[in-house]
T-cell receptor, first 115, second 115 residues
């Protein structure tokens, strides 16, 4: 079946640095990818919608200058957390929409810890 | 944004017994999809079952079935013959293909299966 990968699976960084998380669709083309954030024991909250070749659409309350999203190809979207702070520590999950089947698949998530 | 409500933060069931998880949602749309996802400790989101709003027949997948009440905007999940491997967080989710395809998740229900 279709697979979505995320890299890295976990990352620890110092406060003030930037971290890039990759989301890849491995055997299908994804014109749209979504980025979610999940705090411990909470639900997934949509951060932004990433469209291939165009600007991302951010949900209300999500700072677009802090969470930079790039969807440069049909199989790759990246989320860069700029100037990370401890409150950005969370679990980040992407999902990718297979345009041919209208099905979405979730990545395994990336655990970010900012010290 | 759409709202999805899960009123049961925690549920438990005896192994081999049946349990029902509740979910209600709020939307003014007529065309949408509803899902139940399972999230085990690995945090990977696993699709349990999906229901198209235009279908009156309730979806079933082996031991998992739903009770979809469109007028009441209710979408409960029934797990029959519960197994130890069913223990996980369960999230109810809404998706509208006409307004962006992003998922809106409920707050989740933590299911414990008692041997």
């Amino acid at each position: 079946g279709a697979v979505v990968s995320q890299h890295p699976s976990r990352v620890i960084c110092k406060s003030g640095t930037s971290v890039k998380i990759e989301c890849r669709s491995l055997d299908f083309q994804a014109t749209t990818m979504f980025w979610y954030r999940q705090f411990p024991k909470q639900s997934l909250m949509l951060m932004a919608t990433s469209n291939e070749g165009s600007k991302a659409t951010y949900e209300q309350g999500v700072e677009k200058d802090k969470f930079l999203i790039n969807h440069a190809s049909l199989t790759l979207s990246t989320l860069t957390v700029t100037s990370a702070h401890p409150e950005d520590s969370s679990f980040y999950i992407c999902s990718a929409r297979d345009w041919s089947s209208e099905t979405q698949y979730f990545g395994p998530g990336t655990r970010l810890l900012v010290l | 944004a759409q709202t999805v409500t899960q009123s049961q933060p925690e549920m438990s069931v005896q192994e081999a017994e049946t349990v029902t998880l509740s979910c209600t949602y709020d939307t003014s749309e007529s065309d949408y999809y509803l899902f139940w996802y399972k999230q085990p400790p690995s945090r990977q989101m696993i699709l349990v079952i999906r229901q198209e709003a235009y279908k009156q027949q309730n979806a079933t997948e082996n031991r998992f079935s739903v009770n979809f009440q469109k007028a009441a905007k209710s979408f409960s999940l029934k797990i029959s013959d519960s197994q130890l491997g069913d223990a996980a967080m369960y999230f109810c989710a809404y998706r509208n293909p006409n307004t962006g395809n992003q998922f809106y998740f409920g707050t989740g229900t933590s299911l414990t299966v008692i041997p």
